[in-house]
């Protein structure tokens, strides 16, 4: 291996930037609570899509083969 090689690729890098930054005003982190709220309202979110997609499939003449019902089992 390289030192000098590495050492100038190294002295090359560029810091990633901040995107984001999760630090109030008084200089909390919130990140674990920011991921955590998307985290529940991404789920919240599926099951409402679920939810009206089955419906939807439910009223579908079409499609209505598709849903298990307690009749079929």
Request: a negative charge; glycine letters at 2%.
């Amino acid at each position: 291996m390289d030192n000098e090689q590495v050492a100038a690729e190294t002295k090359a890098y560029r810091k990633i930037p901040v995107i984001t930054d999760f630090t109030d005003a008084d200089g909390k982190d919130h990140m674990k609570e920011e991921i955590e709220r998307n985290y529940y309202q991404i789920k919240e979110d599926v099951a409402q899509i679920i939810t009206k997609e089955l419906l939807r499939i439910e009223n579908d003449p079409n499609l209505k083969h598709l849903l298990e019902t307690a009749e079929d089992e």
